[in-house]
């Protein structure tokens, strides 16, 4: 499948750790001893019937487990995406609800187009753009997200709002996007008409009637903003060198470190997965027609 | 990527009165409505002021070269991590080089790469959301599959291995967001397909005995234009975004080219000391360019999409 598509990286594994100038001879011991020298189906069977057993090898490049190496950048990259979904989903809905409350108004159009454009802008530039504002311009931040061993939760905190912030700029134009699009059609449908008819105040149509109809779809769509999450996770953890599993990618991809690259696309493609499986069924779990219809 | 008038088949004008409703919102292809499209393209303030960015954008990457005042490539050590001033408007970078000349001629590989991958996505993924939408069926759910397969991890990680396993070059680039972006396309015009083809003039056509191809090319395509060219612009923001992203990253376009994403990731780690220079115009040139496609995107998906 796509684990196939690392092994067609270029260039001799072995040759990469020792360097354009060490002998042939050294380099296929090093091949032998690292099994790269044997053909790209057996080495594959092997990596698939060692990942079963939950032995991912160990990384060509700094013999460190692999299984260890992913496990801490999981957790790391856990904690900076968990503290951009806090930040951008209930900013990202709180938007789109204003935007579509006041349909064609000015503050629509900049919610609108300005959440698009910042949700168009390159992760790396919206880095920049910050560091030089709140690291370097006011001193508020430090510029890298890599917090010192036992930092605590506040150092931590610290140290991970820019690169949150970045990721928060470029999920929340399509998050407040589906939240806008879903309170303009509950306010335009029947049932909001009939409230409004029956002389309910204006806020309990607004919150019984319309974000009930309207938030629902909009949560499940954010798990289907995992995989711009992870796309993001890479090009951010690499600009604030934060060692998470989207740095180990990247590391793993430029010193074709194939046992690590592997295991994290791998994971990568898993949470993605789950991700938007997880969508899927919230999507129907959310909304009763859905959900009322299966079950028929 | 102008509608077609001339193969505009008479079929489609008749529909397009017959039952506006089932038409829906992308309305008929007929001369006139392309007319009235483009005229409400240009009262559109956001397409206007998408079109001056991206214009003076365009302008940059054509001319640059023949109007700074100096030589992007030239290094000189001498003069490195000068401030802006009179001499360098935008100071020089770790090289010597001249940042604004670099920013200027830089908009050239960036416009190039991203309206060549996305022409190449539009044009893979209409095809195949024309053939997965009008035949359904087993074809439809083969290609789907491969589809999806293609979507199973996000497009920054596929380019990311695509262009390590290729070599980072601006071919690679543009082929690797081609072929990711394909899919995404074509799904959205598979779904207008879908609606399209149980429409008369797509029997009537078939009771004519004309062939596929020219019922899928010839019909059904000059009525699908309207969402294809929405997703194009849209695509094309996102196309810059990626290239962006990848060039950041080392995988985009290779070194010493004046690419804004590698300058970028060329002198990022000079920002900590201060200079803010080689880097900051570089982003902003980037912001400022996918603002104003995206504003065009905005302006057309506003005049099509009534």
Same mark, same amino acid.
Request: aromatic share 12%; proline share 7%; net charge negative.
């Given at each position: 499948m796509i684990f196939l598509a690392a092994q067609v990286l270029p260039g001799d594994v072995a040759r990469r750790i020792l360097g354009p100038f060490a002998d042939q001879a050294s380099v296929d011991a090093l091949s032998k001893e690292l099994g790269t020298d044997r053909s790209l189906p057996a080495q594959y069977w092997d990596w698939v019937s060692s990942f079963v057993t939950g032995d991912l090898g160990q990384s060509a490049v700094n013999k460190r487990p692999v299984s260890e190496i992913i496990v801490d950048a999981t957790v790391a990259s856990g904690k900076l995406a968990l503290l951009a979904f806090i930040i951008v989903v209930p900013l990202a809905i709180v938007g789109g609800v204003i935007a579509a409350m006041n349909e064609g108004s000015f503050r629509d159009r900049l919610i609108s187009v300005g959440g698009l454009s910042a949700t168009a802008i390159p992760?790396? %530039?919206?880095? %920049?753009?910050?560091?030089?504002?709140?690291?370097?311009?006011?001193?508020l931040f430090p510029t890298t997200a890599q917090f010192p061993d036992g930092a605590s939760i506040f150092t931590q905190l610290e140290y991970l709002l820019l690169p949150a912030l970045c990721l928060v700029c470029v999920l929340f134009g399509y998050i407040a996007r589906m939240a806008r699009a879903g309170t303009i059609e509950s306010l335009e449908a029947d049932y909001t008409r009939t409230a409004i008819?029956?002389?309910?105040?204006?806020?309990? %149509?607004?919150?019984?009637?319309?974000?009930?109809?309207?938030?629902?779809?909009?949560?499940? %769509?954010?798990?289907?903003?995992?995989?711009?999450?992870?796309?993001?996770?890479?090009?951010?953890?690499a600009i604030f060198n934060y060692q998470g599993i989207g740095l180990a990618m990247f590391r793993a991809a430029t010193q074709k470190d194939l046992p690590v690259l592997q295991s994290a696309v791998l994971l990568i493609g898993i949470v993605y997965l789950v991700?938007?499986?997880?969508?899927?069924?919230?999507?129907s779990v959310l909304n009763p027609r859905v959900r009322l219809g299966a079950a028929e | 990527m102008s509608v077609p008038g001339q193969s505009a088949p008479a079929g489609a004008t008749e529909i397009g009165t017959a039952s506006p409703a089932a038409v829906g919102a992308r309305g008929d292809d007929s001369r006139v409505a392309t007319k009235e499209r483009l005229a409400l393209l240009k009262r559109s303030r956001t397409f206007i002021a998408g079109a001056i960015i991206v214009g003076f954008w365009v302008l940059c990457a054509i001319f640059g070269e023949l109007v700074v005042p100096k030589d992007p490539l030239a290094s000189d050590p001498i003069n490195d991590l000068l401030s802006p001033g009179a001499d360098n408007w935008f100071g020089t970078d770790k090289l010597g080089r001249?940042?604004?000349?670099?920013?200027?001629?830089?908009?050239?590989?960036?416009l190039i790469v991203a309206p060549l991958a996305t022409i190449l996505a539009t044009v893979l993924g209409t095809a195949l959301g024309l053939v997965t939408g009008y035949f359904r069926g087993a074809v439809d759910d083969v290609l789907s599959r491969i589809i999806e397969a293609f979507l199973a991890l996000p497009v920054i990680i596929m380019g990311l291995l695509v262009a390590v396993a290729l070599g980072p070059s601006k071919t690679t680039l543009i082929l690797t967001i081609g072929v990711l972006f394909a899919p995404i396309i074509s799904r959205t015009v598979r779904a207008a397909v879908l609606t399209e083809r149980e429409l008369e003039y797509v029997s009537a056509a078939r009771l004519r005995n004309e062939r596929t191809p020219y019922i899928l090319?010839?019909?059904?395509?000059?009525?699908?234009?309207?969402?294809?060219?929405?997703?194009?612009?849209v695509r094309l923001g996102y196309a810059i975004f990626t290239a962006a992203g990848?060039?950041?990253?080392?995988?985009?376009?290779?070194?010493?080219?004046?690419?804004?994403?590698?300058?970028?990731?060329?002198?990022?780690?000079?920002?900590?000391?201060?200079?803010?220079?080689?880097?900051?115009?570089?982003?902003?040139?980037?912001a400022t360019l996918v603002i104003g496609v995206n504003l065009i995107a905005d302006g057309v998906a506003s005049a099509f999409e009534r």
């Open positions: 992760e790396f %530039v919206w880095a %920049v753009i910050f560091i030089l504002i709140f690291a370097l311009g006011l001193g008819l029956k002389g309910l105040p204006q806020r309990t %149509v607004i919150r019984r009637h319309v974000l009930r109809n309207s938030l629902l779809p909009t949560i499940a %769509v954010v798990a289907t903003q995992a995989g711009y999450l992870i796309g993001g996770l890479v090009i951010i953890e991700a938007t499986l997880i969508a899927d069924i919230l999507y | 001249d940042v604004f000349s670099r920013v200027i001629v830089g908009a050239r590989d960036i090319f010839g019909e059904i395509l000059p009525n699908v234009m309207g969402p294809i060219i929405v997703e194009f612009t990848l060039s950041f990253l080392g995988f985009g376009i290779p070194a010493p080219a004046p690419d804004w994403g590698l300058q970028v990731s060329e002198q990022y780690g000079l920002i900590s000391g201060g200079f803010w220079w080689p880097v900051l115009f570089p982003s902003l040139a980037i």
